[in-house]
């Protein structure tokens, strides 16, 4: 399983663009790379999910470029409600999936 | 469509008792899992369903069980609780476990605590 590597707290102000780079250099050829957003005492909420180059939703682009080793959440002019945990996660199928600790994102007003 | 429902919130149990955790989810999907969530750290699956009469155990199954008689239901049963095994259990759905689209639907979770 592939293993990733992301910064374990990251602080931006409101309006600000925000990116998170995630490391998963052992990624597999048919691996998916998948963001997930939670809450305090709240389950896991998917964000965007990607294979390569960009995907684009109504919250948030992943970039991935083509080596497919790191990928970068984008969160455009976040607010205070955006403070939560961020994690990326690698794999083919859901029961691949495996969750680290995670990137504590703190917004400030 | 009331998504994927945990039964209970809360709950503290005593050292060696039981309990059955409740999760179902009303979306017709095909894969469930339950994971744990310690203080401080990410989710660690326990065990996981492709579909009804099928198991498979995750990264951390030793002291659960599992069973998938119906597409809606997944309970997981703590057969002889240990402090260790306090924590937050979240239960997920996905449409499917083989596909590669693999957004999961989250539970709002259960909080347990073993003295």
Redesign the interface.
């Known amino acids: 399983l592939a293993k990733t590597t992301q910064p374990i707290s990251m602080d931006s102000y409101e309006g600000q663009e925000v990116n998170i780079t995630c490391s998963h250099n052992n990624i597999a050829t048919?691996d998916?790379i998948?963001w997930y957003q939670q809450f305090p005492?709240?389950?896991?909420?998917?964000i965007i999910?990607g294979?390569k180059t960009k995907v684009t939703n109504e919250v948030a682009s992943l970039f991935i470029p083509a080596d497919r080793k790191s990928s970068t959440l984008s969160l455009p002019r976040v607010s205070l409600s955006d403070t939560a945990v961020y994690?990326c996660l690698v794999?083919?199928?859901?029961?691949q999936?495996?969750?680290?600790?995670?990137t504590q994102l703190t917004v400030l007003p | 469509n009331a998504g994927v429902t945990q039964t209970p919130k809360f709950q503290v149990l005593k050292t060696g008792q039981s309990m059955t955790l409740q999760c179902a989810q009303d979306m017709n999907h095909e894969y469930m899992s339950w994971y744990r969530q310690d203080p401080g750290m990410g989710l660690r699956l326990i065990h996981y369903s492709v579909g009804a009469g099928i198991t498979d155990q995750g990264e951390v199954p030793n002291g659960y069980n599992v069973s998938r008689s119906t597409t809606e239901d997944f309970p997981l049963r703590l057969l002889s609780a240990a402090p260790s095994q306090t924590s937050v259990y979240f239960c997920a759905s996905s449409l499917t476990g083989t596909g590669h689209y693999n957004e999961q639907f989250f539970g709002p979770g259960t909080r347990l605590t073993v003295l």
């Open positions: 048919n998916y998948t005492s709240q389950g896991p909420r998917f999910q294979y994690y794999g083919g199928s859901a029961r999936l495996t969750f680290g600790s995670g």
